[in-house]
């Protein structure tokens, strides 16, 4: 990236991640470890987090699309960062409770879904569509050290200190995060007439509905794109199911601790980084249709492991460790190789209405999981939800391995494939 003026962006978005993996760690352990939260408690906590970007995901994307400003980055990141000083304030003062917690995530969630919709349009305003690539991917990259690096630090800070500290540290983050990104220019666009915007607005209404129903069209009429987007849907919803008792599992069951629960989220961060880099040479060598169903099989036996350190408690930790290693190599292989078949199998000029869908599908079944799971964990225990994902993660792999794949091309033949996503993230 020559140009010097995206590098605010790179920079704000550097910190919001950081602050955001800091944010995260610190409030699980609130809940968990101050609060006392259930796992079907911490199941809705995560569900809320996630609500956003199923009901306004595309209306946020309509609206940024039409004035992604530095304006809207500050105040958005503001607004977060002020949440998370408001649960410091709370739990300083002994006042903090779950709906509190509860009310944060919601609201936070959507600013964060607004700031990452806002980066994201208006690269291409920054850096002109000549950089945009450059610097997207100095952005991942960004991101991707910051997944290996600040869980674990914060996992030790609060150890040290304990959560309330560190989620404060992280607020801080947050805002510096919102304020650096004053430093950027942004040329002008023109504006529409004020007699213009009425109808722009309801023409823009009217257009949401149209695409909404051609995405949905689209996907339908494209049997190994479906089959993708059925299996990816089954993966997440075992993966929500998970989180709802990954840290009730680490930190109240095998009792390890805040600083050992940062140290394996940046284990898995590792095994994420490996994977964005081993899936494009694998699928070239050896073909993308055989990796994705090599990565897609290898999902329940990874999910298994945790299942192991439960029945091994002598051993968990080493369990739990190389699981989630495989786990972050497994599920970034399986992502960014899906991502570049899903571009093959979508009309080129479909391509942005055929992936909302897809992410409003995929993704909206993550607060679905998210409750359920928690709800099982304590109508059962952490051992039959922990099962439940291993056989969500079996049944995603048989509807995806139904498919019939195009003819077997490189991975670097097909449109430039996304780089390294968070590790610990659900299938696209």
């Not at 942004?186 to 023409?203: F, M, Y």
Request: with cysteine; proline share 5%.
């Amino acid at each position: 990236m020559r140009r010097p003026r995206g590098r605010p962006l790179l920079l704000s978005n550097a910190l919001d991640a950081a602050g955001r993996q800091g944010a995260e760690l610190a409030t699980d352990v609130l809940a968990v470890a101050v609060l006392g939260a259930t796992a079907a408690q911490m199941g809705l906590l995560n569900a809320l987090g996630a609500l956003a970007f199923l009901v306004l995901g595309i209306p946020v994307g309509v609206l940024v699309d039409r004035s992604p400003t530095v304006r809207l980055l500050l105040t958005s990141g503001l607004v977060r960062a002020g949440l998370l000083a408001s649960v410091v304030l709370a739990w300083a003062l002994g006042g903090l409770t779950l709906l509190h917690l509860y009310a944060v995530a919601t609201l936070a969630g959507t600013a964060a879904l607004v700031v990452e919709t806002t980066q994201t349009a208006i690269v291409p305003r920054v850096v002109g569509v000549a950089g945009v690539s450059r610097l997207v991917a100095r952005m991942q990259s960004a991101e991707s050290v910051i997944a290996l690096v600040v869980p674990a630090v914060a996992g030790v800070v609060v150890a040290l200190t304990g959560a309330g500290p560190t989620l404060a540290a992280a607020a801080a983050l947050t805002a510096l995060g919102a304020v650096v990104v004053t430093r950027l220019r942004v040329p002008q666009e023109d504006r529409p007439a004020d007699g213009a915007t009425t109808a722009t607005a309801t023409a823009a209404l009217t257009r949401f509905v149209h695409e909404g129903r051609l995405g949905w069209s689209t996907l339908r009429e494209r049997p190994t794109l479906w089959r993708l987007t059925l299996g990816n849907m089954l993966v997440n919803l075992g993966l929500a199911v998970h989180s709802a008792v990954e840290v009730v599992l680490v930190l109240r069951e095998l009792d390890l601790g805040a600083a050992t629960l940062g140290f394996i989220v940046s284990v898995g961060g590792v095994g994420g980084l490996l994977g964005s880099l081993v899936a494009v040479p694998l699928a070239d060598r050896l073909g993308v249709s055989w990796v994705v169903r090599a990565a897609v099989l290898l999902l329940a036996p990874v999910a298994a492991l945790t299942l192991t350190a439960l029945l091994d408690r002598g051993h968990a930790l080493a369990w739990l460790l190389v699981g989630t290693f495989l786990w972050g190599l497994v599920m970034v292989t399986y992502n960014v190789l899906t991502a570049g078949l899903a571009a093959r199998l979508t009309p080129t000029a479909l391509l942005g209405r055929v992936a909302a869908t897809r992410r409003t599908l995929t993704m909206g079944i993550v607060p679905v999981g998210g409750v359920a799971g928690g709800l099982l964990a304590d109508q059962t225990d952490v051992a039959v939800t922990i099962s439940c994902w291993v056989v969500l993660n079996a049944a995603g792999a048989a509807v995806v391995l139904t498919a019939r794949f195009p003819p077997s091309r490189t991975a670097t033949s097909t449109d430039p494939l996304p780089g390294s996503p968070d590790p610990a993230a659900a299938a696209d």
